[in-house]
């Protein structure tokens, strides 16, 4: 099967902050797959546009399906830096079917998904209440899917644990005042991302540290507090390249309901990622997470702050019960949470595939 990758090669368009997540776990899965037996082409839309800018980035896109004419365009989109037009085309005119895997459904359909939907044959969610959003505006050929763990890459890692807990991710919602709870309860505990001391790190050493941690937080409250800054991303938006621009007013009610539904918990990527590289996977709850893993067995979820630091002295104090959970969230993982097996049943879904 030939497929066109079209998706953002560094976080947020940046290059200077390393690869984005969808590189480093849909490309890189893509390529690999079933022995890497797909032929996957790369269209880095971030990277050309930042040398081309937008229009003809967007020419490039066309001509790029034109030239290779692949069975599947698979898009993650970002933004609006793909035009509706350049998708509706490629969707009508190509013989490609087009796929978008649509992230944070939970909070982004208002102002986001609802909107780019129709373009394409057919799209993804996350969410699990998303897919009857999606029947209400018409659309059916929507797939509920969810994160994995790109196996290709996470790997448990034979490294003494130097860590009681560590966190990484940036310090959203209550997330500061929970680490300050633990640390106040007489614990150690450590945490990297943008807006803590220790910082940003790499891919690679965030793998080694879910290895080297006895106890791998995952705090999965988001942002969703009204403040001014919530406020003012109703009216004005930030582009790839950091400048403000005027939001159209039928937006302005979308945004309202984005930044309230932004309270809803989702599962994330790291529910997978830390049980994928054989680390103790200590988690709050989310949407549907228990549908994943069994709590107590091979994750475990905490309800408050109290039970949170409760578990977290419990499961340092029991080497062989976090142990025993860790192998078994690890071996969950490799049997039913890789993105080779998503994108699999993705393919049979939409036809391309037996």
Same mark, same amino acid.
């Given at each position: ?214 106890? &791998?937080?995952? !705090?999965?409250?988001? %942002?969703?507090?009204?403040? =001014?800054?919530?406020?003012? @991303? /109703?009216?004005? +938006?930030?582009?790839? &390249?950091?400048? !403000?621009?005027?939001? %159209?007013?039928?937006?302005? =009610?979308?945004?309202?309901? @984005? /930044?309230?539904? +932004? ?92």
């Amino acid at each position: 099967m030939k497929i066109l990758y079209i998706g953002m090669k560094y976080e947020y368009g940046r290059q200077e902050l390393g690869y984005s997540f969808e590189h480093y776990n849909f490309y890189d899965s893509l390529k690999k797959i079933e022995g890497g037996k797909h032929q996957v082409s790369y269209f880095p839309f971030d990277e050309i546009m930042r040398e081309v800018g937008r229009d003809k980035m967007n020419e490039k896109l066309l001509e790029t399906v034109q030239k290779e004419k692949p069975d599947l365009c698979f898009f993650f989109l970002f933004k609006d830096e793909i035009k509706k037009q350049t998708i509706k085309k490629i969707t009508k005119q190509s013989g490609s079917i087009t796929f978008n895997w649509f992230a944070d459904d939970h909070f982004r359909f208002y102002n986001f998904s609802k909107y780019y939907t129709p373009l394409f044959h057919w799209v993804s969610t996350t969410d699990s209440q998303a897919k009857e959003k999606y029947h209400k505006i018409g659309y059916k050929n929507v797939i509920k899917t969810q994160w994995a763990c790109n196996h290709f890459l996470y790997k448990p890692l034979n490294l003494p644990k130097i860590y009681d807990v560590t966190f990484i991710g940036q310090p959203h919602g209550n997330r500061r005042e929970v680490i300050e709870k633990i640390k106040k309860a007489g614990i150690n505990v450590k945490c990297w991302g943008k807006g803590w001391p220790a910082k940003r790190i790499s891919q690679e050493e965030m793998i080694k540290i879910f290895s080297q941690s006895k106890i &791998n937080l995952n !705090l999965t409250k988001s %942002s969703g507090n009204i403040n =001014f800054r919530a406020l003012a @991303s /109703i009216f004005l +938006k930030r582009e790839l &390249n950091e400048s !403000l621009k005027f939001v %159209s007013p039928r937006y302005w =009610f979308p945004n309202f309901q @984005s /930044i309230l539904a +932004k309270k809803r918990e989702q599962i994330k990527g790291r529910n997978f990622e830390i049980p994928g590289s054989g680390g103790f996977l200590l988690t709050s709850n989310a949407d549907n997470l228990k549908d994943y893993y069994i709590p107590g067995k091979e994750i475990v979820i905490f309800q408050n702050t109290k039970d949170l630091i409760d578990k977290i002295h419990y499961y340092l104090a029991h080497e062989d019960k976090r142990e025993a959970i860790a192998r078994a969230g690890h071996e969950r993982t490799l049997q039913d949470h890789t993105y080779e097996k998503r994108f699999k049943e993705i393919f049979k879904i939409i036809g391309l595939t037996k």
